[in-house]
């Protein structure tokens, strides 16, 4: 079974400009133990797939409708109360922007163990050695003098690693990790990636990982989905999708990455642009760019099914 199934998910924001669906149908599971990726164009509603699984979306956004199952329990229905326990211990996330979601005023420390005095109600010396054991365990030396520092005089590299070790603090089952290392230069990225690899290992949790970067997912992911116009439009294997991608958009993806590339490569460059996701084209939403698109794709919307084993896509071409 699962860790995480989210079905037909869909989550809308209602702007002066219209409504905007950002995530319109995206299903897919997540297994223990994993990295998941979610992969695919800026704006295809990967961000908000993430916000909606935490229940952090506000007005003028609006979940309309989907499952998001969590141990049977569907996060999407479930009492906010029972969210806010299940946030941070079971589900936790990192976001791009590390500054953010630190706050200038407390030191390191005592964000790192401000939810986990809570969660486990410890004591102040049980909570100052968990938090030195935190600071160690995301790499950052000098635990002790560290942890009395402030966010302002740490590089963008240490935030991350503090996120990490906040977003760790209460042993979460699933981590989700929103494009953790894009505001990072590329060699602290690489350390950002090998330190969260090691943590999944040791903690045993799954991950799901969030980025425009193909080269990452071959590098690190063990599943992934490619979302286009709120979708999932292909899941599987990262080795089944290099060794044999269905979608024409993940095609064209694929094609578009250089050799030797590797943590380097950003999504490449695919004809046409994305749509509007006020005004996103009729059946399936890809059909304006497809090269193989014909009469019935701009009628119809393809469904997502198994193509061969773990492997699923929405295209018609594989329609049987
Ligand atoms: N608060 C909001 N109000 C209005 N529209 C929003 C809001 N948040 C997101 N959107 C829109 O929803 C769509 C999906 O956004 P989302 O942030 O999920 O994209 P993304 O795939 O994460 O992109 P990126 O790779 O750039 O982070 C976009 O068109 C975005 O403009
Ligand atoms: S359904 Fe049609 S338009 Fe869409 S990706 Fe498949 S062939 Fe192309
Ligand atoms: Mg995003």
Redesign the pocket.
Same mark, same amino acid.
């Given at each position: 079974m699962p860790l995480l199934d989210v079905k037909g998910l869909k989550t809308y924001f209602y702007t002066n400009r219209g409504v905007v669906k950002a995530v319109d149908g995206a299903s897919f599971t997540v297994n223990e133990n994993e990295i998941f990726c979610l992969v695919g164009e800026t704006g295809c509603g990967k961000s908000v797939t993430a916000l909606s699984i935490m229940r952090l979306i506000f007005p003028p956004g609006k979940i309309l409708s989907g499952k998001a199952l969590y141990k049977e329990e569907d996060l999407l229905k479930i009492p906010e109360s029972e969210m806010q326990k299940i946030r941070g211990r079971e589900i936790s996330m990192v976001f791009q922007n590390p500054m953010n979601s630190l706050n200038p005023v407390f030191t390191i420390g005592y964000q790192i163990s401000e939810a986990p005095t809570v969660h486990f109600n410890l004591s102040k010396k049980e909570a100052w050695k968990r938090t030195t054991d935190l600071i160690r365990d995301v790499k950052i030396t000098d635990a002790d003098t560290r942890a009395k520092c402030y966010p302002h005089v740490l590089s963008g590299g240490m935030r991350q690693r503090t996120m990490m070790a906040m977003m760790l603090s209460c042993n979460p089952n699933l981590l989700i990790a929103d494009e953790p290392t894009t505001s990072l230069d590329v060699t602290i990225q690489a350390q950002i990636l090998d330190l969260l690899i090691e943590i999944k290992k040791k903690r045993r949790m799954s991950v799901i990982l969030i980025t425009h970067n193909f080269g990452l997912v071959a590098e690190f992911g063990d599943r992934v989905a490619v979302m286009y116009c709120g979708k999932v439009v292909e899941i599987g294997d990262v080795t089944t999708i290099f060794r044999n991608p269905l #979608?024409?958009?993940t095609r064209g993806l694929l094609r578009c990455l250089p050799i030797g590339y590797k943590r380097k490569s950003k999504l490449g460059f695919i004809p046409g642009t994305l749509p509007s996701p006020i005004d996103t084209p009729s059946g399936?939403s890809?059909?304006p760019r497809?090269e #193989?698109?014909?009469k019935s794709?701009k009628l119809r919307e393809?469904e997502l099914v198994e193509y061969e084993k773990n492997h699923f896509v929405a295209?018609?071409?594989y329609e049987r």
């Open positions: #979608h024409p958009y399936c890809f059909h497809c #193989h698109s014909t794709c393809p295209c018609h071409l």
